[in-house]
């Protein structure tokens, strides 16, 4: 491990330590993983995980979320949210994320309140700051530390330090909100975000580890890594049939392959 990854752990426990207490909001994934992880080592149980439970997150997101509190002995603290009962959040504009983490966050503040806690975390890191985030407004105008990306801790460097750490989740895929596969614009609902979720789990159950179904209307556009294209074109027929007995009227293979954040292409030129 180079010395610079080190010297930015160390930073990042004197972060935790300095708050005493604090909630962290966990997802399972391989940042919040990471840094609930560092909480929990350095501030014992003293560091509280709070889980969002919605209909943006897939079901198996949550199991290995509560799986990891449970193996870790982390006291986990859930949260029943109704995303698409926030006013503007189904209209999909531009700056949903914003919206939906203004609301979800102010309900993890208030719930940490409740129990005594003054430092609410989220899991957001270096890399980060490369993509048009619009939640990351909700993040800094709420006062929520994001220990990661103060210790300048990039993406790679986490999947490092857990591996190190054996933590499974090291080489986990990354997974954003089901929300983000919808074309800015178009209407989200209930049944279109359990569309999505099955299609995906489909992909997942097919072998496939890294990938994105997104929706443009009816039709579902699905992203994976180039060296998974000889997979995908094995199982076009298979995947087709899957999808479109699931609701799509059209499947197609994106020719540029997964990347994050493509729904953000048609408008984000690099200024934000």
């Known amino acids: 491990m180079e010395n610079l990854t080190t010297e930015k752990l160390e930073k990042l426990k004197e972060s935790l330590q300095n708050m005493q207490k604090t909630a962290v909001a966990f997802s399972g994934g391989v940042d919040s993983t990471f840094l609930l992880k560092v909480a929990h080592d350095v501030l014992g149980d003293n560091a509280v995980a709070v889980t969002v439970r919605s209909c943006l997150v897939p079901r198996r997101e949550l199991a290995e979320a509560e799986n990891f509190c449970k193996s870790n002995g982390i006291r986990q603290l859930l949260i029943d949210a109704k995303p698409l009962e926030i006013p503007g959040f189904d209209e999909n504009p531009q700056d949903r994320c914003y919206i939906c983490k203004r609301s979800i966050f102010q309900q993890i503040v208030e719930l940490a309140a409740r129990h005594g806690i003054a430092h609410v975390c989220e899991g957001s890191n270096a890399d980060d700051t490369k ?118 009227s059209y499947v197609t293979m994106d020719l540029q392959g997964y990347r994050t954040g493509s729904m953000n292409e048609a408008f984000y030129k690099g200024n934000f």
Not at 154 to 164: D, F
Not at 173 to 184: D, G, H, K
Not at 204 to 217: N, P
Request: proline share 5%; aromatic share 8%.
């Open 131 to 248: 993509d048009y985030r619009p939640g990351m407004k909700a993040v800094s105008e709420l006062g929520i530390k994001s220990p990661l990306r103060e210790a300048a801790l990039a993406k790679a460097e986490i999947r490092e330090l857990s591996k190190a750490m054996k933590l499974e989740t090291w080489n986990k895929p990354s997974f954003a909100c089901l929300a983000s596969r919808f074309v800015y614009g178009e209407k989200i609902d209930e049944a279109s975000l359990k569309m999505v979720e099955a299609a995906e789990q489909f992909l997942l159950d097919s072998g496939f580890t890294q990938m994105r179904v997104r929706v443009h209307g009816k039709m579902a556009r699905i992203e994976v890594p180039p060296q998974d294209f000889p997979l995908m074109l094995e199982n076009a027929a298979k995947i087709n049939g899957a999808l479109k007995g699931l609701g799509f």
